[in-house]
């Protein structure tokens, strides 16, 4: 019981307007099960700050035992447009058989993301490390030194054709791994003191994906569209060229 308070603390004590942001449609008896589980396994100990309240997730930022922050991507069971995700995730050969169950879509969605990132983290990828995926709920690196990074729609880089080859960089290596991130742009990358670091990988899609070219292409163009608003030109045909190469 007083893990579970510990854990809560602090949203206990925000004002009820946010308390009510925070809590409406993410908190369910059984997310609140899997969050407690989470906890008593060692990744975190107490919920911080909500980091963003999304219209698929919640994430927070959550403190560790040692004072280390992690980061906890809370998927909504109930907001969640599951059967948009099913569409999504039912081409995906590594969920093939998936029945279509809200929580159990959405429970294969923060699957996903999970595997994503472990592949993308092993190839070398500039994406934060999953610690653990229960449910509905991930666990992974936190972005940030106190306050989490800001998204690149946020913050302008120093230098946008640095900046740029490094994204370039990164959906090579997803590409090489044999998938592509399918949701990127400006609002999926984060500008942590001018390094590209990728996010939000539950898009993701295998090659073999009949969807997967056509994101690619629209990932990228995603990228050029921002920098060509920065007056920096990318060669999307010869970028292309170059990965499949
Ligand atoms: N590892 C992280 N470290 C710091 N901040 C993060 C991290 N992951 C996510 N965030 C913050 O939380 C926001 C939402 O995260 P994310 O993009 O993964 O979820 P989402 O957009 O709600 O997902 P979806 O597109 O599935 O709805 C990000 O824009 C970013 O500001
Ligand atoms: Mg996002």
């Known amino acids: 019981m007083t893990r579970f308070i510990k854990l809560f603390t602090n949203i206990i004590n925000m004002s009820s307007r ?17 969050l407690f589980k989470l906890s008593s396994d060692g990744y975190f100990e107490e919920l911080k700050s909500p980091i963003s309240i999304g219209k698929e997730s919640n994430v927070f930022n959550a403190v560790k035992k040692d004072g280390s922050l992690v980061c906890v991507k809370i998927y909504r069971v109930n907001a969640c447009d599951f059967r948009k995700m ?9 969920f093939s058989g ?4 809200r929580r159990q879509i959405i429970k294969a969605w923060a699957q996903r993301e999970y595997r994503n990132l472990l592949v993308a983290r092993e190839a070398g990828a500039d994406v934060p490390t999953p610690y653990a995926v229960r449910d509905n709920v991930l666990v992974l690196e936190f972005i940030g030194d106190k306050e989490a990074a800001p998204k690149l729609k946020d913050k302008e880089p120093e230098d946008y054709k640095k900046f740029s080859n490094q994204i370039i960089k990164n959906i ?55 920098f060509l608003k920065r007056k920096i030109k990318m060669d999307v045909q010869k970028i292309l060229k170059e990965m499949k190469k």
């Open 86 to 94: 099913y569409q999504y995730i039912a081409h995906d050969p590594r």
């Open 18 to 34: 946010d308390k009510f942001e925070t809590f409406k449609n993410v908190f369910d008896n059984k997310t609140l099960l899997t």
């Open 172 to 226: 090579k290596i997803l590409y090489k791994k044999g998938f592509v991130h399918g949701d990127l742009s400006e609002y999926n990358i984060l500008n942590y003191k001018d390094k590209a670091i990728l996010i939000d990988l539950s898009h993701g899609v295998k090659l073999e994906s009949p969807n997967s070219q056509e994101l690619l292409e629209r990932d990228i163009k995603n990228v050029e569209r921002y």
């Open 98 to 101: 998936l029945q279509k169950k």
